[in-house]
């Protein structure tokens, strides 16, 4: 479904440790590691001023994909991903591909994971597993050595980047290779755009935001 802006945060929280895969299928290992990505951006805008991914002020498709590599790159040097020759790296693309520019919210991660691997605080554990912090630590003002070292092997390629052709590959040998993760931005890029054309058409039909206010209450469709 389409993004809207996140709940306001709630009241402070616990993030359990990360208890591991916990026997899940090699498939929904790989949804719970990106649902935990969409949930923790989520909740990274509404409860911390680190906005990134889609929320990022200024999103595009390809920063989006960027952001997401970060997240996987991370998840193997934390060791979430403790063996990523043995992940499935086409299937976990392919669902990023699906998933990351929309909203996933803690109710969406409820309805889903309720009853496995430790439901919505499953989630939040596996996203602090993998960037080293919960989410009301700002990790880019105080980024932990394995963020520091693969933010500078991305250096200019983590953002305003068209295409990964003239990446070096060493950069995406641990996470599948190049040709999944320029799929993923091809992705990226036209959801997004796809997104911004929409805001585009809603701001040129409505002259007020009680106007779109009332059309959204009658269930029109934008």
């Known amino acids: 479904h389409a993004r809207a802006a996140p709940a306001a945060p709630g009241p402070a929280r616990e993030t359990p440790a990360w208890g591991g895969w916990g026997g899940l299928t090699a498939t929904q ?6 649902d935990a990505y969409c949930l923790r951006v989520d909740e990274d805008f509404a409860e911390s ?34 063996d990523p020759a043995d992940w499935d790296w086409a299937q976990c693309l392919t669902y990023a591909g699906q998933s990351i520019c929309f909203s996933f919210e803690a109710s969406d991660g409820q309805e889903k994971w309720d009853g496995q691997a430790g439901g919505v605080h499953g989630l939040r554990a596996t996203a602090t ?63 997004v755009a796809a997104l911004q054309q929409k805001r585009a058409n809603i701001a040129d039909k409505y002259d007020s935001i009680d106007a779109l206010k009332a059309d959204l209450a009658k269930g029109v469709d934008l």
């Open 49 to 82: 001023p680190a906005a990134h991914g889609i929320w990022n002020p200024f999103p595009t498709g390809q920063d989006t994909a960027a952001d997401f590599l970060l997240f996987a790159k991370l998840a193997v040097a934390n060791g979430v991903v403790a």
């Open 29 to 34: 290992r790989v949804e719970l590691l990106v």
């Open 129 to 191: 597993a993998v960037y080293g912090n919960p989410v009301d630590q700002n990790a880019t003002t105080s980024p932990s050595a394995a963020r520091t070292r693969i933010v500078a092997e991305l250096g200019e390629h983590l953002s305003g980047r068209q295409t990964w052709d003239d990446a070096p590959d060493a950069l995406f040998a641990d996470v599948g290779g190049r040709a999944g993760w320029q799929d993923l931005m091809t992705a990226c890029c036209g959801l």
